[in-house]
């Protein structure tokens, strides 16, 4: 491992990817002992239907079989959930969705697990199942869970700003339209797993998780155990994006470990397994009306936006409120009427994915924007440019910006970029049977919890016999680099490079309670707590060294790679020799940082303040996408894109482009071919053959830029960046694409047979020895 | 039953049932966990290893195909604690992420550069298209490979 200095803005290579690189890393589904067990669930394979009984007698009879549990073996909750505990850890009297677990199964090896899961009977009374949100919504004659007060309606919201929809009568121009977006999956390359051991009464768990101090309370709740007999220990996960946000294996886990006390048992979904049972994005129907006057200011919006949260609540509740305070975009618009409802249906389960109900959104505000720009006759920036929100202006909900607000700065870059300036020759140069077209859209990207549910984290540093500084981080690196972030910070605080600086990665035992790796809030929270941690650290050994060589002041010390030196005198003392001076509870500081909260009152309803309503701080951004259109096959090629964003300052520029990169990557499998599909709630994209996924031939080469505006509450001056490049793909392409052939696919993704399909209907209406020339950007 | 093999330029013998998948045996039995299971279908990529230098996926052969075989997992590339120049590459463009297509991306770069040691960017895309990556957009994985064969392109060549 090379060794670098680590400083604040320099790209460094991360830490972690020495040990991945050469497959020494061990994820939580690496681990192995000799008589290790393995398990498994039984799912319903129904949408919805009563349990009558489990029959699991035959499947206890297979050789090697050591058990098969059901719902009357969990001694606590059996329920799980972050904000509505709604969801079994094994069904008991009801299936909501074929993904629900019955039994679970502990077996010596996976072939006697796979021949016992074959053998489990149920005996199950159909239930008319509800399939589509709005009919769930109007005609509760199926209630997926009776005792939810609001019916199936897991949480609506409505947000009125000026004179709300009135607002639209007053306009010069209006126009409409509805979007559809289907679920999108995960996908991470890692699916779900973990194993657990249950010794001397206490529950040991490694799980691939986002949320190690949160699983925590949700393992011992449900199964009826104390808190301090569950620890969470949480490796690198193989991917995450949100997924892994909240209880996937655990409380099963944990199930199968009390049962089998001091062996180790192993769950690894399968990806099946995984694509069936595990959350996925919302999918969304969202009718907008933008309405604007002559001079091109927007002046009021309309929004109807309605999330299938499928069976669970699973956050979805969350996910609808950040939707709904997004929906306007980053645009000062006086009058708006903005509304949002995430429903249970039988469909597959929704949650927590990067965007977290923003990319939806997005994908129609940044459309109704173009449309209003084309009726207007401005180009798609120039009507950005007008409506951008500043400093001090009140966003779509109302809430008073008062943090850095970059998205003017961020259009202005685009405005002077040589792929902006040089779009129509670029278009001009497509081939035969081909058409360019190029496509902007405005991203923006709220951090951290709101200002109800505390955004802390809790910071730990010590200083080693061995003479280096131990940083344990509380939050998990799902593989955004947070982890090397980390060191990055306190190296540079404490004066190090990186052979002086270790980690120790979240462990409820070991390291501090710091919130879930999610909401762009990692760096930001965490490292805000790391810096006081660090420089408390630091303060502290140098009045220790400045102490023991007699120096008139720690302001004659410094810090420097492995050793402090007094800088007069020129003696020095390393930091191994400084450690075993002081005794093990001065090796040790701690900081807790919460992050800082809107106090405004922009709505008065609760339940949306808990629910995250409204954010503070926001990172913004602008995409651009050049596509090529075939027009005998209606396919779409993204040839080039531009990201421009304003996350605050960077503190490596390598991992900022890492994030925004793949965000884009991610958005453009979601805007071009990913589409999750259920029939009567059965998944009819059960793996990576019917779920495409962008392959390296499917994406461009991103140009990256950041626009870094000081945020003054931030870690140097830093704001989140891991959602943001995902909220942008769906809409700049779907406009490059209008921009290009005239048509416009409100339903995604943009597949070929749809874009054709448009191509094909346009032709016919048209006379075919017209030309037609669009208005360019 | 007994598999002869070479892994990672040792002589390995192995009892096995013939019909036990490659990546368990890799996995479970030999400690090496560096090829992931992905799919466990062939179609991610992430198990991928290197049988006599030629990428296979180790979730779908048998351990009875290692018999005389030469196996290589990403295990085996690096010289001690000096990175092969392809991890290092990795680790210098910021190829890695999450990490789990890692190892597969790795070794399938390593059989591309053998085959052709100079590849333009195209090419690359197309080599490693069989295996996904959920983390990067690709972008820098292909910055990785592309600068690895320019930098030995420049050794060669001083």
């Known amino acids: 491992m090379k060794n670098t200095i680590l400083e604040i803005g320099k790209t460094i290579p991360r830490a972690d990817a020495y040990a991945k690189v050469t497959g020494k890393e061990r994820y939580a589904a690496d681990f192995h002992c000799p008589g290790m067990l393995w398990a498994g669930v039984k799912r319903a394979g129904v949408a919805h239907a009563r349990i009558k009984a489990v029959h699991a007698e035959a499947a206890g009879r297979v050789p090697g079989v050591l058990s098969v549990l059901t719902s009357k073996d969990v001694k606590g909750t059996n329920r799980q959930g972050v904000v509505r505990k709604d969801q079994p850890v094994l069904a008991d009297d009801r299936i909501r969705f074929p993904g629900d677990p019955v039994a679970l199964v502990i077996a010596d090896d996976r072939d006697s697990l796979a021949a016992a899961l074959e053998r489990i009977e149920m005996d199950l009374e159909p239930l008319p199942p509800v399939f589509d949100p709005e009919e769930a919504m109007e005609r509760e004659t199926v209630l997926i869970h009776e005792d939810h007060p609001g019916g199936n309606v897991l949480l609506k919201g409505a947000i009125e700003k000026g004179e709300g929809e009135a607002g639209l009568k007053e306009c010069d121009y209006v126009v409409e339209a509805e979007f559809r977006l289907p679920y999108q999956e995960h996908a991470y390359l890692e699916t779900e797993g973990g194993w657990a051991v249950f010794k001397e009464g206490s529950l040991e768990i490694t799980v691939s998780t986002q949320t190690p101090f949160r699983d925590r309370a949700e393992v011992a709740e449900a199964l009826g155990l104390g808190l301090d007999k569950v620890r969470i220990i949480a490796p690198f996960c193989g991917g995450a994006f949100g997924g892994k946000d909240g209880i996937t294996v655990q409380s099963l886990l944990g199930l199968a470990a009390l049962h089998h006390p001091d062996r180790a048992v192993k769950i690894v979904w399968h990806r099946e397994e995984s694509f069936l049972a595990s959350a996925k994005r919302h999918p969304a129907r969202l009718h907008y009306t933008l309405g604007a006057g002559k001079d091109g200011c927007f002046h009021a919006l309309r929004a109807k936006i309605l999330y299938d949260t499928g069976p669970y609540d699973h956050l979805g509740g969350v996910v609808m409120a950040l939707g709904l305070e997004h929906a306007a975009g980053p645009y000062r618009i006086p009058h708006c009427s903005l509304k949002a409802w995430a429903v249970y249906t039988n469909n597959p389960l929704s949650g927590a994915f990067r965007g977290f109900g923003v990319p939806q959104v997005n994908a129609a505000m940044e459309q109704i924007v173009d449309m209003m720009a084309e009726k207007i006759g401005i180009s798609p920036l120039e009507i950005r440019l007008r409506n951008a929100l500043k400093r001090g202006d009140k966003n779509g909900v109302g809430a008073t910006l008062t943090t850095s607000t970059g998205i003017t700065a961020c259009l202005e870059t685009l405005r002077d970029h040589p792929m902006w300036k040089n779009r129509q020759e670029w278009k001009e140069a497509a081939g035969a049977f081909r058409t360019r077209g190029v496509g902007i859209a405005c991203v923006m990207q709220g951090m951290g919890y709101g200002p109800v549910v505390p955004d802390t984290a809790n910071a730990k540093i010590e200083i080693t016999e061995e003479g280096k500084f131990r940083v344990y981080c509380g939050v998990v690196d799902m593989g955004q680099g947070n982890d090397a972030t980390c060191l990055q910070i306190a190296g540079d605080i404490l004066g190090q490079d990186s052979l002086h600086m270790e980690l120790v990665l979240p462990d409820t035992s070991e390291t501090l309670p710091s919130g879930s790796a999610s909401a762009s809030r990692t760096t930001y929270t965490f490292g805000n707590a790391l810096i006081v941690a660090a420089g408390s650290m630091k303060r502290r050994v140098l009045e220790k060294a400045a102490d023991l060589l007699m120096a008139a002041g720690h302001e004659e010390m410094a810090l420097v790679p492995g050793l402090i030196r007094h800088l007069p005198s020129g003696k020095e003392i390393p930091l191994g020799m400084l450690a075993r001076l002081l005794g093990t509870a001065e090796r040790v500081v701690t900081s807790r940082f919460r992050a800082p909260v809107s106090r405004e009152s922009v709505t008065s309803d609760p339940d949306l303040r808990l629910h995250g309503i409204p954010h503070l701080i926001f990172s913004y951004g602008v995409h651009m996408a050049c596509v090529e259109v075939d027009r005998l096959t209606g396919a779409v090629e993204v040839k080039r894109y531009l990201a421009v964003t304003d996350s605050g300052r960077v503190i490596n520029p390598q991992i900022l482009e890492q994030q925004i990169q793949g965000g884009i990557a991610q958005g453009l499998g979601y805007a071009l071919m990913e589409e999750f599909r259920a029939d009567k709630g059965r998944c009819e994209t059960p793996d990576f053959s019917t779920y495409i996924v962008p392959t390296s031939l499917d994406l461009p080469d991103m140009e990256t830029i950041a626009v870094e505006l000081y945020e003054q509450s931030g870690p140097f001056g830093l704001k989140g960046a891991g959602e943001i490049g995902i909220d942008g793909p769906v809409p700049a392409v779907a406009n490059a694409v209008a921009n290009g052939c005239g048509v416009r696919i409100t339903n995604l993704p943009l597949k070929a047979e749809r874009v054709y399909d448009l191509i094909r209907k346009r032709k016919m209406q048209q006379p075919a020895t017209k030309t037609q020339r669009h208005k360019d950007g | ?158």
């Open chain 2, 1 to 158: 039953m007994k598999i002869r093999f070479t892994l990672n330029g040792k002589e390995t013998e192995t009892d096995a049932p013939p019909d036990r998948r490659v990546i368990d045996l890799l996995r479970e039995d030999l400690g090496l966990t560096g090829a992931k299971e992905g799919c466990g279908s062939g179609e991610c990529g992430a198990c991928t290893i290197l049988v006599d230098g030629e990428t296979r996926l180790s979730c779908l052969m048998l351990s009875v195909q290692l018999e005389g075989r030469s196996i290589q997992t990403v295990e085996g590339i690096a010289q001690g604690d000096e990175l092969h120049p392809v991890q290092q590459s990795f680790v210098e463009h910021g190829a890695v992420q999450c990490g789990y297509c890692t190892s597969g991306m790795v070794l399938t770069s390593l059989d591309l550069l053998k085959r052709t040691p100079c590849p333009s960017r195209d090419e690359i895309r197309r080599a490693i298209s069989g295996n996904l990556c959920r983390c990067t957009g690709y972008q820098k994985i292909v910055d990785a490979v592309e600068r690895v064969s320019r930098n030995s392109g420049e050794r060669e060549e001083s």
